[in-house]
């Protein structure tokens, strides 16, 4: 089956009882049993531990990405932190992209080195300096490509041939390309990890996350986790989530599209001083992003001449984008990493891994492409 056809039909089939297409919203925390002797005979005990409407959801996000299970989470910050307790332990060793969402860096840096775990921060494009950070104690790599903000890519395959290597888990962080544009299980990863509030939903209706393991034997330390710390994702957002899921690769396909033809305009504007879009010749690692994905997704940032005063007066000026945290939804949103998402990277890191103050950051919707240049172009004219 193609991945179309599947981000509709996998995981879910009609309700036996009714015949209603639309799994259920299982709102329930608990399921009757038979007898002692039937106990869990349905599958359900408790909906900490498993609930019907997320167990779709997660059999649908297994399908999608080709791995052979997932665990459903109530954010994609708690799908990160099971990732890291299920395969760290004090003593332990992590790497980490140099660049990665700023919730990722905090929950290393602030939360899990207060239990013992070390973490090193190297450079993603280098999978050299990532071989070298590697040491005896090294269990666990996370990829985070294409990097919140910087778009800054990283080759799977490599990194994922020095974690075998090491005889450490390799963990992607899927949730800018999702598995319709990038495969980081056919490219050697172990684990792909979501935030399903971005594309997976696709709505802005929901926060969640996910963590699919592309082996049994992982996905049962991870579902270990999402039942012992209590963070499963609740079934009226598995329920979203699922609908959000079926228009997957229409909204990728339309949304990079879109993305595409603003960086074009971009890049050809006289007070635009760089557009960094993997899609863009341009772009760095242009030919990694071409190689190893089917789609350059629909994230990019640019800077305005002027910097961050110029960057400032346009977020501030103009129309149709919504000065807004989150990305991957219909709507086009307009985003200052520097005051926003990355606020908690301290100013020497972020100017190391390349958030420099001016880089505005656009999260392209599924508007009409022509009203989401016309107004860039009017706030264009303000600065
Ligand atoms: C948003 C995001 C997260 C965190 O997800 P939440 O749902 O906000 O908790 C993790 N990784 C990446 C790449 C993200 O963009």
């Keep these: 089956m193609g991945f179309s056809t599947k981000q509709i039909h996998a995981g879910v089939k009609p309700d036996p009882t009714t015949g209603a297409i639309l799994t259920p919203i299982y709102q329930t ?85 207060r239990f013992g775990i070390e973490f090193t921060f190297a450079n993603g494009a280098d999978p050299n300096d990532v071989a070298s950070s590697v040491r005896d104690n090294t269990k666990l790599i996370l990829t985070e490509t294409p990097a919140n903000p910087t778009m800054k890519c990283t080759d799977i395959a490599a990194i994922s041939k020095i974690a075998k290597k090491a005889g450490a888990v390799h963990a992607v962080d899927n949730t800018f390309l999702t598995p319709y544009f990038q495969r980081p299980f056919e490219l050697g990863a172990d684990l792909s990890i979501h935030s399903t509030t971005k594309y997976m939903d696709g709505h802005n209706a929901t926060v969640g996350g996910a963590v699919i393991s592309k082996t049994a034997e992982l996905a049962e330390k991870v579902k270990f ?92 000026s103009v129309k149709l984008w919504s000065l807004a945290e989150n990305l991957g939804s219909v709507e086009s949103l307009i985003t200052h990493p520097v005051t926003m998402t990355h606020a908690d990277v301290e100013a020497k890191e972020r100017a ?27 706030a264009l004219k303000q600065v």
């Design 225 to 316: 986790i999402q039942n012992s710390t209590g963070s499963i994702m609740s079934p009226m957002v598995a329920w979203l989530t699922l609908q959000g899921c079926k228009t997957l690769s229409v909204r990728m396909e339309q949304q990079s599209a879109n993305a595409m033809a603003i960086a074009e305009f971009l890049e050809a504007h006289p007070k635009v001083e760089q557009v960094c879009y993997p899609g863009l010749k341009s772009f760095a690692q242009h030919e990694l992003s071409s190689q190893q994905a089917t789609g350059y997704g629909a994230m990019l940032w640019f800077e305005v001449k002027g910097g961050l005063a110029a960057g400032k007066k346009l977020m501030d």
């Design 352 to 378: 190391r891994v390349g958030i420099i103050d001016g880089l505005v950051r656009l999260s392209v919707g599924l508007e009409d492409k022509e009203d989401l240049i016309g107004a860039l172009e009017n």
């Design 29 to 113: 925390t608990t399921y009757v049993q038979p007898s002692v002797d039937e106990y869990l005979s349905k599958g359900f005990s408790y909906s900490r531990s498993g609930n019907p409407t997320v167990r779709a959801l997660e059999n649908k996000l297994a399908e999608l990405e080709g791995g052979a299970d997932c665990a459903a989470f109530g954010t994609g910050m708690s799908a990160v932190t099971a990732t890291m307790l299920a395969f760290l332990s004090a003593g332990d060793h992590a790497i980490i992209s140099d660049v990665a969402y700023g919730g990722t860096y905090r929950l290393c840096t602030k939360v899990l080195t």
